[in-house]
């Protein structure tokens, strides 16, 4: 049997993925043309090429993939002709080659309206690797930037033009809202706000007249008489099928595009097979991934003689848009005359989110989630499986359960035939039968069953499965650090305080085996500095760090290095900003103040490292600790100061506060504010832990968080004096130094801390373990125990030579990083 495969890009690779794992080469000649220069690569995250991506790391399979499963690839020769009565293909180089089965996988091309002037030079569409190396050659000529198009594909584009540089950027939508397809009007206002937020603008209910300009693009003009000044342009309006090979060989195709087939993937000639984007079903073409994968496994199984069919596909969908989470599943725009809508918003925190529920309020029909969607993947298996919901359904939009819910709370009601991963079709059933049969971690279950492979966005859910399988097995879990020590991060902490280890080669030779790892040094470099708050750098530990810690700076793009100096409470005399100033002339540096009240300096080569601290320490400044899982900042408002509303000083005490942690190494990064009233304005209540001023003393708040997944933080203890609110937070971050699991932020480990918070306040205020004196007895020896760890290395001359590029040449800076001038400033050149 010879089947060929015309398109290679991921739905093609998939194809021919499936069909090698149902035929083999003796029986199955397998041949393949793609139009692009390289094999498949991953269009899903085209946006990472801007990140430092290479063509190369976004690949699906290399060259040597398809020669060892003996795939026949043809590169940059696209498919000119079909003759299905001769049953051959003509290549647009000359190959001509029989089949028995062809499979059609040509996908889509982007919709470019018929704008007077869209051939200008400026103007881009947003498809391939080649159209973002043309975006980025093009990209330094221009100042400010425009995307046509507010879907998916369009809001991508836009955070293009942000990495290239291009602030200045406008998103046109022809709709009345942002994503039309996928959220409603609320959702797009706030996602709208977020966007600004980032320095996009966005402009709806805006059609294209005409793009201005002589050779080059200089603006858009609108049908309402508006104009936009713009030097780059990016077309996002849709797609349109590739279905031009399809009708010139005669087969049956859509009024609006697309190469109609059946419920097996075949075409109007039962030997040649459609899927993915090019594809027609049920007079719906499917735009995403998923579903195009899962065309080609019904393909694949129908050529093979198995019995499987395509029967639609579920277009729930959730995306990290900008850095905001958007989702939406089942079916967002139920008729409200069919259902009772529950919403939540919070405008402060950035979050809305909108469910759909039967009249009788007992099922789930579908719903919106902008700025969190943790739930999204139990919710959409609610919603598919038809699974009914508690009393109270609200409850379903607030988020991860704060009294120690146990993981997986809903797994158990899900059938085994729920699809967790739709990109590979894989069912509960299947990953608990993985589990059942000994692959019991992550990585193993993704090995056998293909389960988040793809976009990932199943991995909870997948781990969580795993999990509850193992539990109704009766197995004790144990959350083992990794292969070379069979023990939790809690186990190792005691053991090697116990045996008193000072060094990640001591631990390794008492309780682990082999030589270590990436996951696992820096885990025990942690819990060492967490012990002893030793120098991070000593002999012994210092190969042990994250890159990060290595050099106690934080390597940024382009090659440079971050300086952050403590700036405690946010208060800074004229005389130390003035040297802040000084040095960021002297070594050209980048100068940001950032959202915890102190300055970055950016830019630095590793060399200078040594003599910039050196410089900063004689004035008074120490190391911030901003490359380091440990304490970062201690916000605060000006307080009793100077705010007529301040009720306590919570300068001085967000300094106390700070001197006191600063430098305290923990599982993940520690943040902190005070505020000196109930109006908040240190945002103390999105912190790891924040103290509030009252009447009768502060209140103090505990693991909450910002960042990806905000969580407010939730009341421990009430009007507190000063000095029972530091021995409150000796035990809690003691309690959460010795009990976290590594690279747990606070807010996480309080959501799976069974007892949840009332369990934390009996420990930590009501001493029901009866270790409250332990806790801060150990953390008064760290306290007692801290030294800036940048006057140790500028002390050191053996510290000082690690920061060098060349052992033969140690004051040459490293040739490779070059920088360029933005906004008066100088800024690194990213990396290629």
């Not at 991934?289 to 499987?308: C, D, L, Q, S, T």
Request: hydrophobic share 40%; with cysteine.
């Amino acid at each position: 049997m010879k089947i060929v495969v015309i398109g290679n890009g991921m739905v093609g690779y998939k194809c021919c993925e499936k069909l090698r794992a149902k035929t083999t080469p003796d029986t199955t000649e397998l041949i393949v043309f793609g139009e692009e220069p390289r094999p498949a690569y991953d269009r899903v995250h085209l946006t990472s090429w801007f990140d430092g991506k290479t063509a190369e790391d976004l690949l699906l399979a290399t060259p040597e993939w398809y020669l060892q499963n003996d795939i026949r690839l043809h590169l940059a020769d696209p498919v000119v002709a079909i003759d299905r009565e001769k049953k051959t293909v003509h290549s647009y180089k000359g190959i001509v080659e029989t089949y028995d089965y062809l499979i059609l996988a040509t996908g889509s091309a982007a919709f470019v309206p018929p704008v007077p002037g869209i051939d200008k030079k400026g103007v881009f569409i947003y498809r391939t690797i080649e159209d973002l190396e043309m975006m980025k050659a093009y990209a330094p000529r221009a100042t400010s930037g425009t995307v046509i198009g507010g879907g998916l594909l369009g809001l991508e584009a836009a955070k293009a033009l942000l990495d290239l540089g291009i602030t200045d950027t406008h998103i046109i939508e022809f709709s009345s809202r942002l994503m039309p397809r996928q959220i409603d009007d609320k959702g797009s206002d706030l996602l709208q706000e977020k966007l600004l937020q980032l320095g996009l603008k966005v402009l709806t209910n805006k059609n294209t007249k005409a793009i201005t300009g002589d050779e080059y693009i200089t603006g858009l003009q609108f049908t309402d008489d508006t104009f936009l000044l713009t030097d780059i342009l990016i077309v996002s309006a849709g797609i349109r099928p590739r279905d031009e090979l399809a009708k010139t060989a005669g087969l049956e195709t859509g009024i609006r595009g697309g190469i109609v087939v059946n419920e097996y993937m075949q075409t109007s000639d039962p030997f040649i097979y459609a899927i993915g984007e090019c594809a027609l079903f049920n007079n719906m073409i499917y735009g995403l991934v998923a579903p195009g994968y899962e065309m080609a496994e019904v393909a694949a199984a129908h050529i093979n003689g198995e019995e499987k069919m395509f029967t639609g596909f579920d277009m729930s969908t959730k995306l990290k848009l900008i850095g905001v989470d958007v989702a939406s599943f089942g079916d967002p725009f139920t008729p409200a005359e069919s259902c009772r809508s529950i919403t939540f918003e919070d405008r402060h925190r950035g979050i809305y989110k909108r469910i759909d529920v039967t009249p009788d309020g007992k099922q789930l029909l579908g719903g919106i989630l902008i700025g969190e969607a943790s739930a999204y993947n139990i919710l959409l298996q609610t919603a598919k499986n038809k699974l009914e919901l508690p009393p109270d359904p609200e409850s379903l939009l607030m988020g991860p359960a704060r009294e120690g819910a146990p993981t997986g709370a809903g797994i158990a009601a899900l059938p085994d035939e729920a699809v967790i991963c739709s990109c590979e079709n894989v069912s509960k059933g299947a990953i608990c039968q993985a589990v059942t049969d000994g692959h019991e971690t992550l990585d193993d279950v993704k090995k056998c069953t293909k389960a988040g492979t793809c976009c990932g966005g199943c991995a909870p859910m997948v781990k969580d499965i795993i999990t509850a399988t193992m539990k109704a097995q009766g197995k004790y879990i144990r959350n083992v650090i990794c292969e070379h020590f069979h023990y939790s991060r809690q186990e190792l902490l005691d053991l090697i305080k116990i045996k008193a280890l000072y060094s990640y080669d001591e631990v390794l030779d008492h309780y682990g085996h082999g030589e270590g790892c990436e996951i696992c040094k820096p885990v025990v470099a942690s819990i060492l500095a967490s012990l002893w708050n030793d120098m991070i750098l000593k002999k012994g530990n210092d190969t042990a760090q994250d890159s990060n810690d290595r050099y106690l700076a934080n390597i940024q793009k382009g090659g440079t290095y971050s300086v952050v100096p403590r700036v405690p409470g946010g208060e800074i005399t004229p005389e130390k900003l003035i040297v802040i100033g000084q040095i960021a002339q002297k070594y050209h540096l980048y100068t940001k103040i950032t959202g915890g009240q102190r300055i970055d300096l950016f830019g630095a080569h590793l060399v200078d490292l040594p003599k910039i601290w050196e410089e900063l320490i004689a004035a008074g400044f120490e190391s911030g600790h901003a490359y380091g899982k440990a304490l970062r900042t201690v916000k605060s408002c000006v307080g009793s100061t100077w705010c007529r509303f301040g009720l306590h000083d919570s300068v001085s005490y967000a300094i106390r506060i700070e001197e006191r942690y600063r430098g305290l190494r923990a599982p993940h990064k520690i943040k902190s504010a005070v505020s000196g009233c109930i109006r908040e304005c240190a945002e103390a209540q999105s912190k790891d832990f924040g103290i509030i001023a009252t009447e009768k003393g502060w209140n103090l708040y505990v693991c909450g968080n910002g960042g990806s997944k905000p969580q407010h933080a939730i009341l421990l203890a009430a009007d507190l004096d000063s000095e029972t609110c530091i021995r409150y937070i000796d035990r809690f971050l003691m309690f959460y130094i010795k009990t976290a699991d590594p690279l747990t932020r606070t807010a996480t480990w309080l959501n799976k801390l069974e007892g949840g918070i009332e369990y934390l306040r009996n420990v930590v205020v009501n001493d029901s373990l009866g270790i409250a004196a332990q806790l801060e007895n150990e953390m008064q020896q760290l306290v007692d125990s801290y030294k800036c760890e940048w006057k140790e290395v500028v002390e050191n001359p053996e510290l000082r030579k690690r920061f060098s590029h060349f052992i033969n040449a140690p004051e040459d800076k490293d040739p490779t990083v070059k920088f360029e001038t933005m906004r008066g400033q100088k800024k690194a050149i990213d990396w290629k």
